[in-house]
């Protein structure tokens, strides 16, 4: 699977990282406001550039040696950033030149000796940069690139900068037949566990990788299933001792595999329920179209069970997870080893729905039994016309309808045909795209 190389955006605070993470990505994430420290967490989208993408992560600002707590926390995180990032953007202002703060952070860089792009911005005028522009080899990071975030100029140079010091070449590394599968969720639920319970109860291993630069380790298993790669997001304790940082990296490093897999096994430790961390995860993996299931883990662990007391969990994580009620749930246990087998019967049927596809005539006569059980609805006396649906993609299957007027097409009508694919041919444990296409219609 392809694997998004990691960017960090570094800096001292108020030198536009976040303005410049916004205009590199397109839309409005980051805060953007202009008083220092707006940005504590770190935020990661992805960014496109020649056919690829890249994953940015903007970064609050580095204040080497303040003492003031929120500013010390950001500088932890700036750190983690610096340490799962491929290539780091130094941002440097213009305006007021090179400062001591720069001097130290462009030292911190140069000790993870990792590749730096030095990104001097606020060089808004048109034409050559001004001589002060100069100045800023002293930093001694190499040629640094004039751009002005608010503007757009120059971020195309920046982002080829940046460009030549990423490996695409990773792509597809473990052949067609494997299934790769991300085992996500937030600290301590138990995913080494359970990979370790995998690893440890089968008669072949195949191997044990050192998973790349990302320092999630991949282990490959091959039985009477079929063969699996699961990547392990956990040993993140090591990094740091900071609570609060471990959560943030441990969420980058989720998005990473869930970039990575086929099949993405949300974890859930049963003793504690949801979190917020869990809801982060699962949603990217359902926005990136892929299968998942949502493992319950340490249900031996559960105190006072009754017969009443799955049914009651699986009935509030029903509610938690309401985004995407295709996954399907498991209780288990990776220390005893209680309902683990289960898992690859689970692992290929997801997958498979992710790949399936259906003809355009079983989908049509699907389309003519929906619209006449529910009328599409209508507006001002024009009703929504259907003219016949198609499924132009998959992982995840993607559906076109062509219609007389997308407008009509209401988000509540998408849902129900959603619904009926669903009862008609299946998807279980994967998510579904719906695209409308307008076609013009002479009769109307």
Not at 81 to 90: K, P
Not at 321 to 348: C, D, H, N
Request: glycine letters at 8%; hydrophobic letters at 35%; aromatic letters at 8%.
């Amino acid at each position: 699977m392809a694997v998004r190389p990691v960017v960090a955006v570094v800096g001292r605070p108020n030198v536009g990282k976040s303005t410049l993470f916004n205009k590199l990505i397109g839309q409005r994430l980051s805060i953007v406001e202009d008083t220092p420290g707006v940005t504590r967490d770190r935020i990661y989208a992805s960014c496109e550039w020649r056919n690829h993408e890249i994953m940015l992560v903007d970064t609050g600002g580095i204040e080497p040696y303040s003492d003031d707590i929120i500013l010390s926390q950001m500088r932890r995180q700036a750190q983690l950033a610096i340490e799962s990032a491929e290539v780091t953007i130094l941002v440097v202002d213009m305006k007021t030149g090179i400062t001591a703060t720069d001097q130290e952070v462009a030292a911190m860089l140069q000790k993870s000796g990792k590749p730096i792009v030095l990104c001097v911005n606020k060089c808004d005028g048109v034409g050559d940069p001004p001589p002060e522009f100069y100045e800023f080899y002293n930093l001694g990071l190499g040629e640094p690139i004039a751009v002005s975030s608010v503007h757009g100029h120059g971020t195309g140079d920046l982002l080829d900068a940046v460009y030549q010091y990423l490996d695409f070449s990773d792509e597809g590394e473990y052949g067609e037949d494997s299934i790769t599968v991300a085992i996500v969720g937030r600290p301590n639920a138990g995913k080494s566990s359970l990979v370790n319970r995998i690893a440890g109860r089968e008669a072949v291993i195949v191997s044990d990788i050192a998973g790349t630069t990302r320092d999630a380790t991949d282990t490959v298993i091959e039985n009477q299933y079929g063969k699996f790669v699961f990547i392990d997001t956990a040993g993140i304790r090591r990094k740091s001792k900071v609570e609060e940082a471990i959560e943030k990296y441990s969420v980058l490093r989720a998005y990473m595999a869930v970039d990575r897999s086929n099949v993405c096994i949300i974890m859930i430790d049963a003793t504690k329920g949801f979190s917020e961390q869990d809801s982060k995860i699962a949603g990217y993996a359902h926005e990136q179209g892929k299968a998942c299931i949502i493992a319950i883990n340490k249900w031996d662990a559960v105190e006072d069970k009754t017969d009443k007391t799955m049914q009651e969990m699986k009935k509030q994580l029903d509610i938690d997870f309401s985004f995407m009620p295709y996954a399907p749930m498991v209780f288990i246990s990776a220390q005893t080893g209680q309902r683990v087998e289960k898992l690859y019967e689970m692992i290929k049927a997801v997958d498979e729905q992710n790949a399936r596809r259906i003809s355009t005539g079983m989908l049509n006569d699907m389309l003519n039994y929906a619209t006449a059980r529910v009328q599409p609805p209508s507006d001002k006396g024009k009703r929504l016309k259907i003219y016949y649906m198609t499924q132009v993609s998959t992982r995840p299957p993607t559906f076109a309808c062509f219609v007389n007027r997308a407008e009509l097409f209401h988000f509540s009508y998408q849902r129900y045909l959603e619904n009926q694919i669903r009862e008609n041919f299946g998807f279980e444990g994967t998510p579904i795209r719906m695209l409308v296409r307008e076609k013009g219609d002479k009769k109307q």
